[in-house]
């Protein structure tokens, strides 16, 4: 099944160390989002591509970074994580905003 | 700013009862409006896509309703099952690639 793929489920990191969260997708889709959910709240955005374009939001702190090298895959980096950077990551897909969007099931960050 | 509000935020029905989950937003100018499932520790699972064009969505026992004028949606849910509690988000899209979340709706069904 098409689908959008997100890894690690579960993922530690110590305070500061460098972490990298992936997802993938096989639907093909043109823009691919990265959001940020904290207990009991509303995902917040953080940035998405449009093919190719990056688009951070205004607030999205500067220690979170993106990659997306090819259609398939796209790459969340945290540079130095702290404890509040500890929640829900979830990558979504979207052929364009008309369409809705394909989430993945998400990698859950805890920082120690 | 597209302001997006769920309420209540928590819900607790018997086994059985239909229910009505609540959805506002501040700006009428949407595309769409998509309901999701959220599981405990889960992403996000897509329950029904409604276009500004359309009034409502069905599927199975799930039935959406749009009033883009007055920026309320509506879920119905019929005959709720102990497999429906979760938590039930809606997020609306304006114009550019983004969609704006509400804080969600925690539904549990009592057997």
């Known amino acids: 099944d098409a689908m959008v793929i997100q890894n690690p489920r579960y993922q530690v990191t110590q305070f500061g160390k460098p972490v990298t969260l992936s997802c993938s997708q096989t639907?093909?889709?043109?823009?691919m989002y990265w959001y940020q959910q904290k207990s009991s709240q509303a995902p917040k955005l953080l940035f998405h591509?449009?093919?190719?374009?990056?688009?951070n939001e205004a607030d999205t702190p500067d220690n979170f970074q993106s990659r997306r090298p090819n259609t398939s895959f796209c790459f969340l980096d945290i540079r130095s994580p702290g404890l509040g950077d500890a929640a829900m990551y979830l990558c979504?897909?979207?052929?364009?905003?008309?369409?809705?969007?394909?989430f993945g099931s998400g990698t859950r960050l805890t920082v120690v | 700013k597209q302001e997006v509000t769920q309420i209540p935020a928590a819900l607790s029905v018997p086994e059985g009862e239909n229910l009505v989950l609540n959805c506002s937003f501040t700006?009428?100018?949407?595309?769409?409006l998509q309901w999701f499932r959220q599981d405990p520790g889960k992403g996000l699972t897509s329950l029904l896509l409604?276009?500004?064009?359309?009034r409502e969505q069905t599927s199975g026992r799930l039935n959406a309703s749009l009033d883009k004028s007055s920026g309320r949606s509506t879920l119905y849910i019929a005959a709720s099952q102990p497999g429906d509690s979760a938590t039930y988000l809606c997020?609306?899209?304006?114009?550019?690639?983004?969609?704006?979340f509400g804080t969600g709706t925690s539904l549990t069904v009592i057997p």
């Open positions: 997020a609306v899209s304006n114009t550019g690639n983004q969609f704006y």
């Open positions: 409604i276009q500004s064009s359309q």
């Open positions: 979504a897909t979207s052929r364009d905003v008309r369409n809705g969007y394909t």
């Open positions: 700006d009428s100018a949407i595309y769409n």
């Open positions: 639907l093909n889709h043109n823009v």
């Open positions: 591509y449009y093919d190719k374009d990056f688009n």
